[in-house]
């Protein structure tokens, strides 16, 4: 019998939830990083300011790029279907 893991391009509900609950943990973070840095005597530097930057664009670049690319397969739709309402 085929592994569906490698035949299949789609995502189990359960992984597309669990990289959701990481972009939520990854979105915490960042809360926390920039409450603290407002709390500072001094204002961020350049390599703090960095670090935040860097770890959104890997958030949306990795796991939510993903979930919604899983959720989108689940739904039968397309992510970027310019048809999708936007707010």
């Known amino acids: 019998m085929a592994d569906k893991s490698k035949d299949s391009p789609e995502m189990s509900p359960e ?15 960042v809360a926390w990083a920039l409450h603290g840095m ?13 670090a935040v930057e860097q770890l959104v664009s890997d ?3 990795g796991p939510l ?5 899983a959720l ?10 310019a048809n999708l309402t936007r707010h």
Not at 15 to 26: C, F, I
Not at 65 to 69: H, N, Q, R, S, T
Request: glycine residues 8%.
């Open 72 to 81: 989108g397969t689940l739904l039968g739709l397309d992510a970027d279907d």
């Open 38 to 50: 407002h709390h500072e005597s001094e204002p961020p530097g350049p390599d703090d300011l960095a």
């Open 59 to 61: 958030t949306i670049d």
């Open 15 to 29: 992984k597309a939830l669990g990289l959701l609950a990481e972009v939520r943990n990854r979105l915490s973070t």
């Open 65 to 69: 790029d993903e979930a919604c690319a």
